[in-house]
Nanobody, 122 residues
């Protein structure tokens, strides 16, 4: 099992920045990829960013709407990934979730954090 704990959410104004962290513990050696997802009110959960941990070239994938504004990074020594969010918009308001997958498994069958609320006021 892998446990994920997010932190760093909050209330900010449009144009501000916010940084999220996700610390993984447990069977972290089994993690193939880690990612960030978000779910806005009355909307389905959507992909934000992801990085392949195991055997990957370090390429980070972003959804189009956050490219150039959000940056995902990782600290392998701390088993932690980060999401730096700049130039925040009201449409970025959502609960942000950290997720991790094992090799050969998809996100839906992976591990999820409890979520952290990000609210951007316009």
């Amino acid at each position: 099992q892998v446990q994920l704990v997010e932190s760093g959410g909050g209330l900010v104004q449009a144009g501000d920045s916010l940084s999220l962290s996700c610390a993984a513990s447990g069977r972290t050696f089994s993690i193939y990829a880690m990612g960030w997802f978000r779910q806005a009110p009355r909307k389905e959960r959507e992909f934000v960013a992801a990085i392949i941990n195991s055997g990957g070239d370090g390429t980070i994938h972003y959804t189009e709407s956050v490219k150039g504004r959000f940056t995902m990074s990782r600290d392998n020594a701390k088993n932690t990934v980060y999401l730096q969010m700049n130039s925040l918009k009201s449409e970025d308001t959502a609960v942000y979730y950290c997720a991790a997958t094992d090799t050969g498994k998809g996100w839906t069958s992976g591990y999820w954090g409890q979520g952290t609320q990000v609210t951007v006021s316009s």
